[in-house]
């Protein structure tokens, strides 16, 4: 079965970073697209960054632009997200979802593209 393990969240001061890993396994890697979203109380899920494990190309939403980074270790199955400058919006469980490049590059926001999910991390924000 896919796994997908999450880790990373935590507490932090407005202004604070944080970094989320994922870990993928039982999946092929190297064709995937790996996705961060997160969903606060009361909200819809929310996609943030993109990564295309082939070649590293990456996609971001615009409320995280310049903000968090996505990147990729495939020799580890890991995708990393590093959060920066963060504020208390920012809070929420973030998930990571992993599906087939090619099923998702014309939807990368649409959650309902990715067939594998981990548990959720969360992350809140103090003021």
């Known amino acids: 079965d896919v796994q997908l393990q999450a880790s990373g969240g935590g507490m932090v001061k407005s202004g604070g970073s944080l970094r989320l890993s994922c870990v993928v396994s039982a999946f092929t890697f190297g064709t995937s697209g790996i996705a961060w979203f997160r969903q606060a109380p009361g909200k819809e899920r929310e996609g943030l960054a993109c990564i295309r494990t082939s070649d590293g190309a990456t996609w971001y939403g615009d409320s995280v632009k310049e903000r968090f980074t996505i990147s990729s270790e495939n020799d580890k199955n890991t995708v990393s997200l590093q959060m920066n400058s963060l504020r208390p919006e920012d809070a929420a469980v973030y998930y990571c979802?992993?599906?087939?490049?090619?099923?998702?590059?014309?939807?990368?926001?649409?959650?309902?593209?990715?067939?594998?999910w981990g548990q959720g991390t969360l992350v809140t924000v103090s003021s």
């Open positions: 979802a992993a599906a087939r490049i090619s099923t998702i590059l014309s939807q990368l926001w649409i959650p309902d593209g990715y067939p594998y």
